[in-house]
């Protein structure tokens, strides 16, 4: 076993135990962009008491576009036609405070858009399928800039097109559009101009990029179609890579880091490892088939890996050797997060939305409903109490106070 993995079991549990009060969901995966959300204090006997229904609402776009939520707004990527619609929805009633439109594609590849809008700073930052980044007012969905990451950047789409959210670092806004304009592009998020790009050449993989420090070095980590990389935040420079060749170059889910090590996972048979970073590149401490997660992120909470993986379950692992603690069948590829101590899951096929104890002394549920059936393969969001959950046609607002 590695000399350090009892460090990493100890960061992982600080991390996860500075709780804060409850919080908007401004950006993928939440506040800290770690699938945690601040809350305490939910409701979680929803037999006795069913959590009510706040709004529910049509979508157009039949897919699987995260939503996101700031100062009181609820901001997701709808589609009608050969458009994206970005709609902003008021958090307590669902009432559309406004829409904004912009030509992209009518051909439906897995539904449209994927990406979750991103807040910063009074600004909602969306990317489209097809590579189109926009910067909108938040409050008004005005339009403030917008670059294509193809015609502008010299990208090269994925397969199943771009489904990447953007990622704030400050005054900057990261993407990966791949190709010979390299892996990484940084931007101005005022204005939307180049400041540096870097990384490789590899297609873009699924996966929004990650902002952090390792070892004192801070990088940009993006899980491209072949490998997963580390980049120089300051100049873009390519520092470590580590071969990740999944079927259908389908690398999606978030690189996790928990102190030095980044944690890696994809589907399709391919598994997980935990890497190990330093000054001479990326090594693996273990590799494992427990967690094959093919597109929505683990968590990483109080020292343990939780997850939905193929072929449909949910599972907590051991990130000091890689050895599954418990799994529970029946999720298919639902997402889940963290909130108040428990799980919050969904059975990606039949829609059961389910709340566990996130604990390692095996499963144990809570509560179970059922808010919109069918296919839902978005993991849940959660702000001030309200949980937000979408299927392929639907969006419904839960209330769990």
Known sequence: MHGRLPLLLALACVAATCTALAADWPQFRGPNADGIAPDTGL?????????????????GDGGYAGPSVAKGLVYV????????????????????????AYDDTDRNNYGFSRSTPVYSDGMLYTISRMGWVH????????????????????GKKPQWDYSMSAKIDGDRLIVMPGGDGGSLLVLNK??????????????????????????????????????????????????????????????????????????????????????????????????????????????????????????????????????????????????LIVADGCLIGMNGKAGDLVMAKAVPDGYQELSRIVPLGGQSWTAPVLSDGRLIVRNTKEIVCLDLR
């Open 190 to 335: 005022a204005t939307g101009e180049k400041i540096l790009s870097g990384g490789n050449s590899d297609v873009p993989g699924y996966s929004t990029p990650v902002v952090t420090t390792i070892d004192g070095r801070k990088q940009y980590l993006l899980f491209t179609a072949a490998n997963a990389i580390g980049c120089d935040a300051t100049d873009g420079k390519l520092l470590w890579s580590y071969p990740w060749k999944t079927s259908y170059d389908v690398n999606a889910p978030q690189l996790i880091v928990i102190g030095s090590y980044v944690f890696v996972t994809s589907g399709y048979n391919h598994g997980c490892a935990l890497l190990k970073v330093g000054p001479d590149g990326a090594t693996a401490v273990w590799s494992s088939k427990e967690i094959q997660a093919q597109f929505n992120s683990p968590v990483v909470y109080n020292g343990y890996v939780y997850a939905i993986t193929d072929p449909g379950d949910m599972v907590c692992v051991n990130p000091q050797d890689g050895s599954c603690v418990w799994r529970q069948k029946g999720f298919e590829k639902g997402g």
């Open 135 to 154: 910067c909108l007012k938040a409050d008004t969905g005005e339009k403030v800039w917008a670059k294509n990451l193809i015609a502008d950047f010299h």
């Open 77 to 100: 990527i709808d589609h009608e036609g050969k458009q994206d619609i970005v709609r902003a929805l008021k958090l307590d009633t669902g009432e559309e405070a406004w829409r904004f």
């Open 43 to 59: 409701n979680k006997d929803w037999a006795q008491k069913p959590p009510k229904v706040l709004w529910r609402l049509p979508l």
